[in-house]
């Protein structure tokens, strides 16, 4: 099986008439971790419930691990485990407790249940709180106690909704080695986020919805060099009307030139005024500020795939010893802008 989840179509209708989920396809592929992103009320949710049984499609199918959501509901919830957003632990339980319910709730036989949960608390080290109720732990702590209780039955697709929101940075880092390590152990898994970082670093596919459609599916490298092509269309589409129209002043077209260029910064080892002098003029930097420390700051041309290569090649032939170098990248965060606010537009006209 390539994929662990399908869509088709797949669509919910709340009250027989506002549309929350419209005609979703796409696919997670089997062992990925899958981002889903979205503003808030895009459907992200809705999407999930359908995807765990919780509710049923209007219309449209969904499989997951091969088994249809709305006719083989019991093989999928075998396969899934799901922590919520809000947890939905029993607050009165200990950990310990909370962890067995599910395991009975899932058949596992009683010889093996409790040594399974502790491996698992081990793993995500909260054994030291298991006889400690679920009420008196904090936001991190149920957080752990929800995921040991979700992984008891060891499923193969891993739902996650906001897990990581309100942690601290600490056990922030702590749930994406796991998210990591889980994954590695070859668990699927689909993790809700409004955390940008989170999605780049840790999702090998995004998918975008806004307004209960899919706007955008590809890997974080994809989405991003997507968007630089579409600012770079828009940037000369711009620029070639401006040249049209002689009254548009020198300032605007200075303005709009200066978009065209890609910020980049380097740190020598070795910046001294002979360096400096003979990369002023490379035809490939079109400024350069000189920073305290050997670091320059320069604006190269970003429409010009070689412009990189270039501006590296000049700094070495004159002599410079490159410490460190960064250019300016769009981030998932402007492609998610980009992606949810043009639809918005559409439905607007
Ligand atoms: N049970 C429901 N009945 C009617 N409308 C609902 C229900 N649940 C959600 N909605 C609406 O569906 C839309 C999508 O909600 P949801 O899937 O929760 O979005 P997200 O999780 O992306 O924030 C929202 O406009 C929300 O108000
Ligand atoms: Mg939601």
């Not at 179509?9 to 009250?15: A, I, S």
């Not at 691990?65 to 019991?74: A, M």
């Not at 990248?329 to 537009?345: A, C, G, Q, Y």
Request: net charge negative; glycine share 6%.
């Amino acid at each position: 099986m390539k994929n662990a989840i399908e869509t088709h179509n797949l669509t919910k209708v709340y009250n027989n008439n506002f549309t929350a989920v419209n005609s979703l396809n796409f696919e997670i592929p089997n062992k990925s971790i899958f981002g889903m992103l979205g503003p808030n009320g895009a459907g992200k949710t809705t999407t999930i419930k359908m995807l765990t049984c919780l509710i049923q499609p209007t219309s449209g199918k969904a499989t997951v691990g091969g088994y249809d959501v709305t006719k083989n509901p019991d093989e999928v919830r075998n396969l899934l485990g799901m922590v919520p957003q809000q947890v939905s632990l029993y607050k009165d339980l200990t950990v310990m407790e909370n962890s067995q319910l599910c395991a009975d709730y899932y058949g596992i036989p009683k010889d093996e249940r409790d040594s399974r949960i502790e491996d698992l608390m081990e793993l995500v080290d909260i054994k030291y709180a298991k006889d400690k109720r679920v009420g008196q732990l904090s936001g991190g702590q149920k957080q752990k106690a929800s995921l040991v209780a979700s992984l008891v039955h060891r499923p193969d697709i891993l739902f996650l909704d906001e897990p990581t929101i309100g942690l601290d940075p600490t056990t922030k880092r702590t749930l994406w080695d796991l998210i990591r390590d889980l994954n590695d152990e070859g668990h699927t898994i689909i993790l809700c986020s409004h955390d940008m970082h989170e999605v780049d670093m840790l999702c090998d596919y995004v998918g975008i919805i806004n307004t209960g459609n899919l706007v955008a599916y590809d890997t974080p490298q994809g989405l991003k060099d997507a968007l630089s092509e579409s600012n770079r269309n828009e940037i000369s589409q711009t620029l070639s009307q401006i040249s049209d129209e002689n009254e548009v002043s020198s300032s605007t077209k200075e303005n709009i030139e200066n978009l065209s260029l890609r910020k980049m910064s380097l740190l020598l080892k070795n910046s001294d005024d002979s360096i400096i002098n003979s990369i002023k003029n490379s035809s490939n930097i079109k400024s350069i500020e000189v920073a305290h420390n050997g670091r320059i700051n320069l604006r190269i041309d970003s429409f010009d795939d070689m412009a990189v290569h270039n501006v590296i090649n000049d700094i070495i032939s004159s002599g410079g010893i490159i410490k460190s170098i960064y250019t300016e990248e769009p981030s998932l965060e402007d492609v998610f802008i980009k992606s949810t606010s043009e639809v918005n537009e559409d439905d607007r006209a």
